[in-house]
Structures are given as C-alpha cells and as structure tokens.
T-cell receptor, first 109, second 114 residues
C-alpha cells in the first residue's frame, strides 16, 4: 500500500493543453517534493514545498501544498512534448522519502 | 560538479546468486540512500547511510544489505537473488541525512534476475 496516492496513473494530452496531477496522503509530512523521471534516468527534483498552503511556480509548472500538508498538486500550463515523463511526488520526514506510484504523462505533438 | 554515479548500469544474474551494486555520491555529500523501483511497487526505500552508519532501513528482507565507506561511496548487496528482485536500483545523495533535504539521484542499475 502506497503512503501517497497519485492520480491519475496515466495522462495523455495534446501539445498546448493543460494538465493537473494530484498527490494525496493521510499522513502529514514536513515537506513534499516533486520529481520528474525520464526513461533510463533517475528522478530529478523539480520543487520542494514546505509550508501548508504554499504555491510555487516554475515557468509553466505550478505546485500547491495543501493547508494540512497532506496533499499536493502539480499543474502544467500549455504542455509541451518535453514535459513527457514520469512525475513522482514524495513526502519527506526526518528519516526518509516516501514516494507515490507516479503519473506517466505523455504530451503528443 | 559531477553527479551521482552508479555502476554497473546493467546486470543480469541467476536466481540464488548474489550481487553488489556501487554508488558514488556527489563530492561533499555524506548521505546516500538506496531505493528499489519496480512497475508494481514504484520507488521503495531500502536504507540510508550517513557518515558510514546506517540511519534508517525500509521494509526489506535481510538479504538486502549495504555499507558506506569513509569516502562516502556506498555499496548495496543482495544475496540469494530471487526473480522478484529484478528492478531498477537507484541511489541518491544528499548533503544532510533524512528525507527533507534535496536528494540527487543517479541513473540507476538495472538488475535482471533469470
């Protein structure tokens, strides 16, 4: 059983469309991290959110951390083929990172 | 700054054998964590080493073990391999222990057990 539930599991959209990935948990984390992983590579950190209610923007990517620090979302505006990959959320505490199962995003040209 | 390196990148072993995987962290990083990634279970935490000491261990059998050397390089060993051990094994380094600090992942070692 995953500590963090991600939805949807798969997402296929056309270039230029928007998408949102959700990450939910019953546990409270000190911070929540989002990673993107491409085939044959390790995950690469996109952002860390720490404060409940926090919103961070990285170009076309917007990350939100829920008020209770149990859930988060990743929104991509005007998706491009280069956004294709496996998106992973991970909850952090003093001991380790716990990962969600991931959302596979495919952006078609 | 050189990234995290893992060797070998690919490995094929037979059931019952043992295997050792290696991870060299980013220079100056003293924390190394190991993860197993499979299509069914996703990324699962194996263990973390900091300054040559195991700080935390995930829910894996004792066949999975590791160690860290004084130069922070780490090795992971799996004994008596089973088919279910086929996975991508990832290591991540960080400047501090625990999950709250930015972790840098290597490209992984793809282990296939036949």
């Amino acid at each position: 059983t995953q500590l963090l539930e991600q939805s949807p599991q798969f997402l296929s959209i056309q270039e230029g469309e928007n998408l949102t990935v959700y990450c939910n948990s019953s546990s409270v984390f000190s911070s929540l991290q989002w990673y993107r992983q491409e085939p044959g590579e390790g995950p690469v950190l996109l952002v860390t959110v720490v404060t409940g209610g926090e919103v961070k923007k990285l170009k076309r990517l917007t990350f939100q951390f829920g008020d209770a620090r149990k859930d988060s979302s990743l929104h991509i505006t005007a998706a491009q083929p280069g956004d294709t990959g496996l998106y992973l959320c991970a909850g952090a505490n003093d001991y380790k990172l716990s990962f969600g199962a991931g959302t596979t995003v495919t952006v078609r040209a | 700054k050189a990234g995290v390196t893992q060797t070998p990148r690919y490995l094929i072993k037979t059931r019952g054998q043992q295997v050792t995987l290696s991870c060299s962290p980013i220079s100056g990083h003293r924390s190394v964590s190991w993860y197993q990634q499979t299509p069914g279970q996703g990324l699962q935490f194996l263990f973390e080493y900091f300054s040559e000491t195991q700080r935390n261990k995930g829910n894996f059998p004792g066949r999975f073990s590791g160690r860290q050397f004084s130069n922070s390089r780490s090795e992971m060993n799996v004994s008596t391999l089973e088919l279910g051990d086929s996975a991508l094994y990832l290591c991540a380094s960080s400047s501090r222990p625990g999950g709250s600090y930015e972790q840098y992942f290597g490209p992984g070692t793809r282990l296939t057990v036949t």
